[in-house]
């Protein structure tokens, strides 16, 4: 099964999406999945795991997971004690703001989080009743399509951003929110193809420096992750792509060998199942 993009039900010039006080099961929940928006989970009950880029975090009531575009992510709700949390997604262009004379973007946490690695923010009790608040207000909003409720909803996501990212600079949070979730093994593993997905990487090569069966190896890391290690890697390879196209003027061919693929039909191939789009469609729709 490959990573599941993720769509939304929005109108183009309202990019934004709510889904509220969910309560996700292992089996609802979605497999791993990606999606150019950014996303924000907070975690009103219950417990669970969430697999986010290449760490392991516990999900617990008051826990917020500051989720940058193209980050594959998965949860894994417990049986006993399934989470109830809300989502909220939103394209960057939803929060655009005019200049004016102050070095401040809404959308700096999430930068923050993708510079630092870090996708978990353990709220307060106090940011906690704030973040709260704002949730419940944006989703009476959303119900209720009263006069103005747009230009409600992009201001209560402001202010949500506003404090979100007044609680993450304010020196008080430690500079690590989680300590990994499972074998060491697994977290070494994981970082070492963060710093060689490009590179040829074996299923043979890796459980030897994991120094576990290729049995072992497949079985756990499908259950921490929600993936085996071969889609983990072409997804890696494919949000380094993404990258590329949009922020370089490479030719394709020129970015699918730097990606770590040995053709370019392989690279089209796999391009299109996780993006949904070919390499050119995707640099052009941009």
């Known amino acids: 099964m490959r990573p599941v993009r993720k769509n939304f039900e929005s109108l183009p010039d309202f990019p934004f999406s709510l889904a509220f006080r969910d309560t996700k099961t292992p089996q609802n929940e979605l497999p791993d999945h990606l999606h150019d928006w950014y996303e924000l989970v907070y975690v009103h009950r219950g417990k669970g795991s969430f697999f986010i880029d290449r760490t392991i975090y516990d999900m617990r009531e008051g826990d917020l997971f500051i989720i940058p575009g193209n980050t594959i992510h998965r949860a894994f709700p417990d049986k006993e004690e399934p989470v109830t949390s809300t989502a909220l997604f939103l394209s960057p262009l939803f929060v655009e703001q005019p200049l004016i004379g102050e070095a401040f973007t809404y959308l700096q946490c999430f930068d923050q989080s993708r510079k630092n690695r870090i996708f978990k923010l353990a709220c307060s009790a106090e940011l906690q009743m704030r973040i709260e608040g704002i949730l419940a207000r944006i ?148």
């Open 139 to 286: 989703e009476a909003e959303l119900r209720l399509q009263e006069l103005g409720y747009r230009h409600a909803v992009l201001l209560d996501t402001q202010r949500l951003l506003l404090e979100i990212n007044r609680d993450q600079n304010d020196g008080k949070q430690p500079k690590s929110h989680a300590a990994f979730k499972g074998p060491n093994w697994v977290r070494d593993i994981l970082l070492y193809i963060d710093n060689h997905f490009t590179e040829d990487i074996g299923l043979s090569r890796l459980c030897s420096m994991a120094s576990v069966s290729p049995a072992h190896f497949s079985r756990v890391f499908k259950q921490l992750t929600g993936m085996n290690v071969t889609r983990f890697i072409n997804v890696k390879r494919i949000v380094h792509a993404k990258e590329l196209l949009l922020e370089t003027e490479e030719n394709v061919s020129t970015i699918s060998s730097a990606c770590g693929f040995e053709s370019l039909p392989h690279f089209h191939q796999v391009f299109k199942k996780i993006a949904g789009v070919t390499p050119s469609r995707f640099r052009k729709q941009d």
